[in-house]
């Protein structure tokens, strides 16, 4: 077959789970290649959730591991240097007949030897507690919002009984004379890592009052940042470096998808794609229709087909391309009108917080 060298439009409809393509040659006004190329998305059925999240959890789970064994490591090493442990092995930390938890408990009111020292401390260091960098992350995740109240309710139950610290409530209160630890997916006996913090200092303060030579300042100081050290959220530079470029700006970053730009331009496409189906060919939107709506969806929270069809006054046989209107095959009478449109969510979600802070808006 011989072709000929024609100027010619491609058109690419990419979607999550299919890609249409059609091939025009405008001077000839006709169609020269048409198809939609449809495949799974790349997320499970049921949940919906990324296929690679198992994998992205597996090596969560091996960073963690591999933090806190380099984390008991330094304080190996630092408990030698300082003449509490004589080498680091697991029996330096062990104390026979006895528990840390009991450790913990009456390094309050006695002097510890120095292998039960070095017991609760590991213990402390090594079984550190909860702490969250995510503000409001008990709203998202369901898993942090049961630790969160776990954390309270142990706090409350500190109170309550007038226990001093996280280890002697665990090591005295019948709630948990069957386990110390969170199991079988129930995280009441979660515990916070700055009561855990409190828990330390106290015990160091005890240990110095009662004559140990081994709980002075700066070691107590070194062994608190071991207990507390967490990797900072990425903000300025190093945050920068994780955003990308935009494609057609090479000199600007990829704007936010929680922006106005971004929430912005994904409605203004809407918009270009909406079309008005009448008695003739589909129409787009004219200049004085486009104005009518154009800032909608930023003066209220949702915007339906419905609620567009009353701003541009349409007529009872014009409908919407984006629509099906089918019938319902339950047998209910529904009015796909009623649908969303669009919702510009970060916006509202931005402009609510600045209302709550008592900000106004330009």
Same mark, same amino acid.
């Given at each position: 077959?011989? !072709? ?8 690419l ?8 393509a /059609? &091939?025009?040659? @405008? ?8 198809h ?6 790349a997320?499970?059925?049921?949940? %919906?959730?990324?296929?690679? *999240?198992?994998r992205r959890?597996? +090596?969560?789970t ?11 490591l330094? &304080? ?13 092995t697991?029996?330096?930390f062990?104390?026979p007949?006895s528990?840390?938890?009991?450790m ?9 030897? @120095?292998?039960?020292?070095a $017991?609760?401390?590991?213990?402390l260091v090594k079984h ?5 960098? +995510?503000?409001?992350?008990?709203? #998202?995740?369901? *898993?942090?919002?049961q630790? =969160?109240?776990?954390? /309270?309710?142990?706090? /409350? ?7 001093? !610290?996280? %280890?002697e ?7 948990f004379? %069957?386990?110390k630890?969170?199991?079988? %997916? ?10 855990l913090?409190?828990? &330390? ?11 140990s030579?081994?709980?002075? #300042? ?12 967490q990797?900072?959220?990425? $903000?300025? /530079?190093?945050?920068? *470096?994780?955003?990308g470029?935009c494609t ?7 704007? @936010? ?24 060919? @589909?129409r787009? =939107? ?24 009353a701003v541009?006054d =349409?007529n009872a ?5 984006? &629509?099906s209107?089918?019938?319902?095959? #339950?047998?209910?009478e *529904?009015?796909?009108?009623?649908s ?11 402009r609510k917080?600045?209302? #709550?802070?008592?900000l106004? +808006?330009?």
């Amino acid at each position: 077959m011989q !072709t000929r060298n024609l100027p010619y439009t491609l058109g690419l409809d990419i979607g999550m789970a299919s890609v249409g393509a /059609a &091939l025009l040659l @405008p001077d000839e006004q006709r169609i020269l290649a048409l198809h939609v190329r449809t495949f799974d998305k790349a997320e499970t059925a049921k949940e %919906g959730e990324a296929l690679n *999240k198992i994998r992205r959890d597996s +090596r969560l789970t091996r960073r963690r591991v591999r933090r806190r064994a380099h984390r008991m490591l330094r &304080l190996a090493r630092l408990m030698k240097r300082v003449g509490l442990i004589a080498n680091a092995t697991p029996e330096a930390f062990a104390v026979p007949g006895s528990s840390p938890w009991v450790m913990r408990a009456e390094g309050l009111d006695r002097l510890l030897e @120095p292998n039960e020292w070095a $017991s609760a401390l590991y213990h402390l260091v090594k079984h550190r507690g909860f702490q969250s960098n +995510r503000k409001s992350a008990s709203k #998202t995740d369901e *898993k942090v919002g049961q630790m =969160l109240s776990g954390v /309270a309710r142990n706090q /409350a139950l500190m109170a309550e009984a007038e226990y001093r !610290t996280v %280890g002697e409530l665990a090591a005295r209160h019948a709630d948990f004379a %069957g386990a110390k630890r969170n199991k079988a %997916g129930s995280y009441r006996h979660t515990f916070a890592r700055s009561d855990l913090g409190r828990e &330390l200092n106290l015990l160091f303060e005890r240990q110095r009052a009662l004559g140990s030579a081994l709980a002075d #300042t700066a070691f107590q100081a070194q062994v608190h940042c071991l207990l507390i050290a967490q990797r900072p959220a990425l $903000s300025g /530079a190093d945050l920068l *470096k994780m955003i990308g470029k935009c494609t057609f700006e090479k000199g600007e970053f990829r704007a @936010p998808r929680a922006g106005y730009r971004a929430e912005r331009f994904v409605w203004l496409s809407k918009l270009n794609n909406l079309k008005i189906v009448g008695a003739g060919d @589909p129409r787009p =939107l004219n200049d004085s229709e486009r104005r009518a709506i154009i800032n909608l969806p930023f003066l209220q929270a949702r915007v339906t087909f419905r609620q567009v069809r009353a701003v541009l006054d =349409l007529n009872a046989s014009e409908r919407f391309n984006l &629509l099906s209107y089918r019938a319902d095959t #339950t047998g209910e009478e *529904k009015n796909p009108e009623a649908s969303l449109f669009f919702e510009a969510k970060s916006f509202h979600r931005l402009r609510k917080a600045y209302e #709550t802070a008592g900000l106004t +808006r330009c």
